[in-house]
């Protein structure tokens, strides 16, 4: 049998040591720093973490100029440390998941806030509001041969040049290996798999022409640019 339609191409991602990491899924963590919690006007109490997904095909690499998407007038940035999965595995021991790791990376999670919210207070799905294209720019991956497993260090965020998110990965309700067990009750995690662990306080809108850059101590920079609206 034959293909109706030209299959669509892989999502490689870029390492830090010239290899090509498949991209397979995203699972994205939220309000896992206390104080972005607060300023989305929820508890940070300690509750087990949420995630969501995104399209491997949101994923842009630093350096994209991304357009601002359709049907939302209220683009928010949120700044994130990323991690790549490389052994698979389910219901995976905290004790033995950073084994799992293949590396680290920089990287965005890009909101249409008010579609969030719009369906967040409809007791609906966030899929409009967190899952769109360019939705998910992504930096150099580096291993966690180079990187070790980043506890602590700067998460900082610029727009043209002005701090607006300024945290600590220390800061993390959930650190990286509670995160990989916890998804791996609920889903076989994968090589290729992305994990978002979630954003320090500040998140904010940017507009067209905007730069944003996205810093973590020792990672390469993820840096992007708001282009004109797309077409809806």
């Avoid at 720093?33 to 997904?53: L, N, Q, S």
């Avoid at 719009?118 to 580096?142: C, S, V, Y």
């Avoid at 600590?168 to 791996?184: G, K, Q, T």
Wanted: glycine letters at 10%; hydrophobic letters at 40%.
């Amino acid at each position: 049998m034959s293909l109706l339609f030209p299959a669509p191409e892989p999502v490689l991602a870029p390492t830090s040591d010239g290899h090509l990491f498949p991209v397979r899924r995203l699972f994205c963590i939220g309000r896992n720093y206390a104080a972005h919690a607060r300023e989305m006007g929820m508890d940070p109490d300690r509750e087990a973490p949420f995630y969501f997904t995104k399209w491997a095909e949101a994923v842009v690499p630093s350096g994209t100029t991304i357009c601002y998407p359709p049907l939302t007038s209220n683009l928010h940035y949120e700044a994130e440390l990323v991690v790549a999965i490389g052994r698979g595995g389910r219901n995976i021991d905290p004790a033995q998941a950073l084994s799992h790791v293949y590396g680290y990376a920089t990287g965005l999670d890009m909101t249409r806030r008010d579609l969030q919210f719009e369906a967040r207070d409809k007791g609906r799905p966030w899929d409009t509001g967190k899952n769109f294209e360019q939705a998910a720019p992504l930096g150099l991956i580096h291993p966690a041969s180079e990187t070790g497993h980043p506890t602590a260090g700067s998460i900082r965020l610029t727009v043209n040049g002005e701090v607006r998110q300024d945290g600590d990965l220390a800061e993390m309700i959930w650190p990286v290996a509670d995160i990989i067990a916890y998804v791996s009750q609920a889903y076989r995690l994968e090589p290729g798999d992305l994990i978002y662990t979630g954003t320090p306080a500040g998140v904010g809108p940017v507009t067209p022409e905007d730069e944003i850059v996205v810093s973590i101590a020792g990672l390469s920079d993820t840096r992007i640019t708001i282009g004109p609206r797309a077409e809806s």
